[in-house]
């Protein structure tokens, strides 16, 4: 079954404590990107990834990081969180050809609270 | 520089009546334009995509989008609401080609039906 695979669903961190979110795709798509949910501004793209090794900052990459060594995992990286970032993270992937994207495929979503 | 905007946080209607939500775009090249729905503790899915073919985009669940470009908008209808439509609704855009990275999400519209 074709899939985004994020884990974990549910993170109760501390401040300061480095923590990763995985994502994994199986549909061998180039095109990958971490969006985070907030109440009343929609998502929010935070990194993507137009191939292996080929990463870029979206619109709030600041205080995130993301390696892209292998083209089906694109995991993200608090170094030092902060309540800030309690949010609902989404990591979705997408076919591209010349044409442009096609659709976005989403995982379940992170729900994560620092405290 | 691309952009979107949702007319509405909120929309309520009822069952059997019409369902219209607002989205205006701002891009500066050819659009790809997208209308995405998130259902209660889900990731967003695909409803329909407009990608410079026909102006009238035809998408799931009996939901169809027009583009008017005179109006910068991209606009989601159905006939007839049923109950199981409610959920956020997203609007978003990319540019077309090859070189399209980003995708720019709306702030969501929330949708419910009342019986």
């Known amino acids: 079954e074709a899939q985004v695979t994020q884990n974990p669903r549910y993170l109760i961190t501390v401040t300061g404590k480095k923590l990763t979110v995985t994502c994994s795709q199986n549909m061998n798509h180039e095109y990958m990107s971490w969006y985070r949910q907030d109440p009343g501004l929609g998502l929010r793209q935070i990194y993507y990834?137009?191939?292996?090794?080929?990463?870029d900052k979206g619109d709030v990459p600041e205080g995130y990081k993301v390696s892209r060594k292998e083209k089906r995992n694109f995991p993200l990286i608090l170094e030092s969180p902060s309540p800030n970032q309690t949010s609902l993270y989404f990591c979705?992937?997408?076919?591209?050809?010349?044409?442009?994207?096609?659709?976005?495929?989403f995982g379940s979503g992170t729900q994560l609270s620092v405290l | 520089a691309q952009s979107v905007t949702q007319l509405g946080s909120h929309v309520s209607v009822s069952e059997g009546a019409l369902v219209l939500l607002r989205c205006n775009y701002s891009?500066?090249?050819?659009?790809?334009l997208f209308w995405y729905v998130q259902y209660p503790n889900q990731g967003l899915q695909l409803l329909l995509k407009y990608t410079s073919a026909a102006t009238l985009v035809k998408g799931i669940n009996g939901f169809e989008a027009e583009f008017k470009k005179s109006e910068t908008s991209f606009h989601l209808t159905k006939p007839s609401a049923h109950m199981s439509d409610a959920a956020e609704y997203f609007c978003?855009?990319?540019?077309?080609?090859?070189?399209?990275?980003?995708?720019?999400f709306g702030s969501g519209t929330r949708l419910s039906i009342r019986p």
């Open positions: 979705a992937s997408s076919l591209r050809d010349g044409a442009g994207h096609e659709k976005l495929f």
């Open positions: 990834s137009m191939n292996v090794e080929v990463t």
């Open positions: 978003a855009v990319s540019e077309g080609g090859s070189s399209a990275s980003k995708i720019i």
């Open positions: 891009s500066s090249v050819p659009p790809y």
